[in-house]
């Protein structure tokens, strides 16, 4: 692809660029920054818009193999380019998971013949999920993972996680838990306080999340691991967090728009939309989440885009699956919630995702793949869930 791209304000905070320029763009490649006398090749006028490094969502579920009524590789990447996301995380809950190589090199071929998005498999910590013995990560990592996570299902066993994170090192990927100890969280389908009680639901206290987040930053700074904390949702967890990384601990934490978003209360009238894992919070912890974001103690905003079919969401709240869509909703979210720098916004969407992960980084440079994302913060837009 040959283009390019004048007047933009382009703004790439690991580079700290921000300025008013052209950028030339050859063989799908950024060849020159700067004012350009190019002929020859189309012609984006940029003019009043942000250009940035292509936004890149680190926590999506593509459910393919195993659950394509659902989601394929193919749908989930045209709803993240529909959301301004150049690239995405596939986590490994397929059916089978993505625990060995086999997989793994499915969805990187599948993913280059039909997303029109980048997709970076993310490979299982324990074979089959079940937390017994680790899975093939060496040869995974080989076959194209840039992290590892037992996802939805954490890992209970300390040992286990310790090796992870110890073993993980020898490939510079992160190890990345759902904080979750499943003995206070049983049963629950919501979070608990006030609500859960007039509603008659059993509740998941904050403190599952907490107890977890608190022995996995003692086994990072144990092992020196690098340790990447999904969908943080209470202000414990965000407290802890942030004294660790003041401590130097190897610690990232990414949040959700619907925990930025939302409050347990958009649960009242039992709508299985607001269903999830971690569940939507108190107001106090939504408070505490958006000091985070702020203070730059969360390091990333991903989506934990989780489809599941409408017939499934149609059923009864405690039977309902878990889980919400967000690839088209999230950068719409954060610029209307969170009003925050433009610099502070992309860090949180590209680069600090890019160093997450283990991926080749992509930014405002020559050289760099052309994987732009391009912002008109002054266009007003409305999501129709039926044509998404």
Same mark, same amino acid.
């Given at each position: 692809m040959d283009l390019l791209v004048r007047n933009g304000r382009l703004v790439d905070p690991a580079r700290n660029i921000d300025t008013v320029t052209d950028l030339v763009i050859r063989a799908g490649k950024i060849r020159a920054i700067g004012a350009a006398n190019v002929s020859g090749i189309p012609a984006f006028d940029a003019t009043g818009f942000i250009v940035a490094p292509g936004f890149f969502d /680190?926590? #999506?579920?593509?459910?393919?193999p195993g659950t394509e009524e659902a989601e394929t590789i193919a749908t989930g990447g045209s709803a993240?380019?529909? %959301?301004? =996301?150049?690239?995405?995380?596939a986590m490994p809950n397929t059916y089978p998971p993505n625990d060995n190589p086999s997989i793994t090199h499915y969805i990187v071929s599948e993913a280059r013949r039909s997303s029109p998005a980048r997709v970076f498999p993310i490979g299982t910590i324990t074979k089959a999920q079940k937390g017994e013995t680790l899975a093939e990560i060496g040869e995974m990592f080989e076959a194209g993972i840039v992290g590892v996570s037992d996802d939805g299902k954490p890992?209970?066993?300390g040992q286990l996680f310790r090796r992870a994170l110890e073993y993980a090192q020898m490939f510079d990927i992160p190890v990345i838990q759902h904080c979750e100890d499943l003995n206070l969280s049983k049963g629950g389908v919501m979070h608990e306080g006030m609500y859960s009680t007039r509603l008659g639901?059993? %509740? /998941?206290?904050?403190?599952?999340?907490?107890?977890?987040?608190?022995?996995?930053?003692i086994l990072s700074d144990m092992t020196g691991g690098k340790y990447h904390i999904a969908h943080l949702s209470t202000r414990r967890s965000v407290q802890m967090v942030r004294d660790a990384k003041g401590r130097g601990l190897r #610690?990232?934490?990414e949040v959700?728009?619907?925990? =930025?978003?939302?409050?347990?209360?958009?649960?009242?009238?039992?709508d299985t939309n607001a269903k999830m894992s971690p569940p939507l919070r108190s107001a106090d912890d939504v408070a505490a989440v958006?000091?985070? /974001?702020?203070?730059?103690?969360?390091?990333?905003?991903?989506?934990?885009?989780?489809?599941?079919?409408?017939?499934?969401?149609?059923?009864?709240f405690d039977r309902a699956p878990f889980g919400i869509t967000g690839l088209e909703t999230a950068v719409g979210l954060a610029l209307t919630r969170l009003q925050l720098p433009i610099r502070r916004l992309i860090e949180l969407f590209s680069t600090n995702a890019q160093k997450i992960m283990k991926v080749a980084p992509w930014g405002l440079f020559e050289g760099s793949d052309a994987d732009l994302t391009v912002l008109d913060l002054n266009r007003a837009w409305t999501f129709d869930v039926h044509q998404s």
């Amino acid at each position: 692809m040959d283009l390019l791209v004048r007047n933009g304000r382009l703004v790439d905070p690991a580079r700290n660029i921000d300025t008013v320029t052209d950028l030339v763009i050859r063989a799908g490649k950024i060849r020159a920054i700067g004012a350009a006398n190019v002929s020859g090749i189309p012609a984006f006028d940029a003019t009043g818009f942000i250009v940035a490094p292509g936004f890149f969502d /680190i926590h #999506v579920h593509l459910r393919e193999p195993g659950t394509e009524e659902a989601e394929t590789i193919a749908t989930g990447g045209s709803a993240a380019v529909a %959301g301004g =996301f150049t690239a995405i995380a596939a986590m490994p809950n397929t059916y089978p998971p993505n625990d060995n190589p086999s997989i793994t090199h499915y969805i990187v071929s599948e993913a280059r013949r039909s997303s029109p998005a980048r997709v970076f498999p993310i490979g299982t910590i324990t074979k089959a999920q079940k937390g017994e013995t680790l899975a093939e990560i060496g040869e995974m990592f080989e076959a194209g993972i840039v992290g590892v996570s037992d996802d939805g299902k954490p890992v209970m066993d300390g040992q286990l996680f310790r090796r992870a994170l110890e073993y993980a090192q020898m490939f510079d990927i992160p190890v990345i838990q759902h904080c979750e100890d499943l003995n206070l969280s049983k049963g629950g389908v919501m979070h608990e306080g006030m609500y859960s009680t007039r509603l008659g639901l059993k %509740g /998941i206290p904050a403190a599952a999340e907490e107890t977890m987040v608190s022995r996995d930053l003692i086994l990072s700074d144990m092992t020196g691991g690098k340790y990447h904390i999904a969908h943080l949702s209470t202000r414990r967890s965000v407290q802890m967090v942030r004294d660790a990384k003041g401590r130097g601990l190897r #610690v990232s934490a990414e949040v959700t728009p619907h925990h =930025f978003t939302l409050t347990d209360a958009a649960v009242a009238d039992y709508d299985t939309n607001a269903k999830m894992s971690p569940p939507l919070r108190s107001a106090d912890d939504v408070a505490a989440v958006l000091e985070g /974001i702020r203070d730059g103690t969360i390091d990333a905003i991903a989506s934990d885009h989780a489809p599941h079919h409408i017939n499934l969401k149609m059923l009864e709240f405690d039977r309902a699956p878990f889980g919400i869509t967000g690839l088209e909703t999230a950068v719409g979210l954060a610029l209307t919630r969170l009003q925050l720098p433009i610099r502070r916004l992309i860090e949180l969407f590209s680069t600090n995702a890019q160093k997450i992960m283990k991926v080749a980084p992509w930014g405002l440079f020559e050289g760099s793949d052309a994987d732009l994302t391009v912002l008109d913060l002054n266009r007003a837009w409305t999501f129709d869930v039926h044509q998404s």
